[in-house]
């Protein structure tokens, strides 16, 4: 809830923290008399921005590093392309699909070898999708009450147009374009 606060964007995409947000104006530390918020160093916005995007993709600092220098070498815009390569990880994947509610609980569930890529195990929340990759509940976890719960609602929500669900599989039909990817931070400054 303090991230949520401080960043008063609610980057885990969870209705608990939409509520937070609309109760909470003010970021924690910062006593509510203070006249207007100073004006931060581009440095000091970069950070923050960098920070709603590793809290929100859950990656370490030296992960973000990694796609951002990744990033750098293919064509486009940087910032655009290190969200391309944020939002293929597994995790985000297994969140995206609707297996999960949330990022961290998908982190949990794919450390804890519920899901399979390919028919294979695959318990790397960092691991990158292809196109073409299908992403399945594992059979022996088809019985997992939160898996189930979260399967249902995924089948009445729309998924991202990159990714099809077919109830305890999902396929990654195509990479993601930028504009398919909910804005979480302004990437471009980072």
Same mark, same amino acid.
């Given at each position: 809830? +303090?991230?949520?606060?401080?960043?008063?964007? !609610?980057?885990?995409?969870?209705?608990?923290?939409? &509520?937070?947000?609309? $109760?909470?104006? @003010?970021?924690?530390?910062?006593?509510?008399?203070?006249?207007?918020?100073? $004006?931060?160093?581009?440095?000091? =916005?970069?950070?923050?921005?960098?920070?709603?995007?590793?809290?929100?993709?859950?990656?370490?600092? $030296?992960?973000?590093?990694?796609?951002?220098?990744?990033?750098? +070498?293919?064509?486009?815009? @940087? #910032?655009? !392309?290190?969200?391309?390569?944020?939002?293929? &990880?597994?995790? !985000?994947?297994?969140?995206?699909? #609707?297996?999960?509610?949330? &990022?961290? =609980?998908? &982190?949990?569930?794919?450390?804890?070898?519920?899901? @399979?890529? !390919?028919?294979?195990?695959?318990?790397?929340?960092?691991?990158?999708?292809?196109? #073409?990759?299908?992403?399945?509940?594992?059979? +022996?976890?088809?019985?997992?009450?939160?898996?189930?719960?979260?399967?249902?609602?995924?089948?009445?929500?729309?998924?991202?147009?990159?990714?099809?669900?077919?109830?305890?599989?999902? $396929?990654?039909?195509?990479?993601?374009?930028?504009?398919?990817?909910?804005?979480?931070?302004?990437? =471009?400054?980072?």
């Amino acid at each position: 809830g +303090k991230m949520v606060r401080r960043f008063g964007i !609610n980057i885990f995409g969870n209705a608990k923290y939409d &509520r937070l947000l609309s $109760k909470k104006s @003010t970021p924690p530390g910062s006593a509510s008399k203070s006249k207007r918020p100073s $004006k931060m160093s581009i440095y000091g =916005q970069q950070l923050i921005e960098k920070q709603k995007i590793r809290y929100a993709y859950g990656v370490s600092e $030296k992960q973000l590093r990694a796609a951002y220098a990744s990033a750098k +070498k293919l064509p486009g815009v @940087t #910032g655009s !392309n290190m969200l391309i390569l944020l939002e293929k &990880r597994f995790d !985000n994947v297994v969140y995206r699909l #609707g297996f999960c509610s949330s &990022r961290p =609980q998908a &982190r949990q569930l794919v450390r804890h070898g519920h899901f @399979t890529v !390919n028919g294979k195990k695959m318990d790397i929340p960092s691991a990158v999708m292809a196109p #073409g990759d299908v992403i399945a509940v594992a059979e +022996k976890s088809k019985d997992v009450k939160v898996l189930k719960e979260n399967v249902d609602i995924a089948t009445a929500v729309s998924q991202p147009g990159w990714l099809t669900l077919d109830g305890m599989s999902g $396929k990654v039909d195509r990479l993601p374009e930028r504009d398919e990817i909910p804005t979480i931070a302004d990437e =471009q400054i980072v």
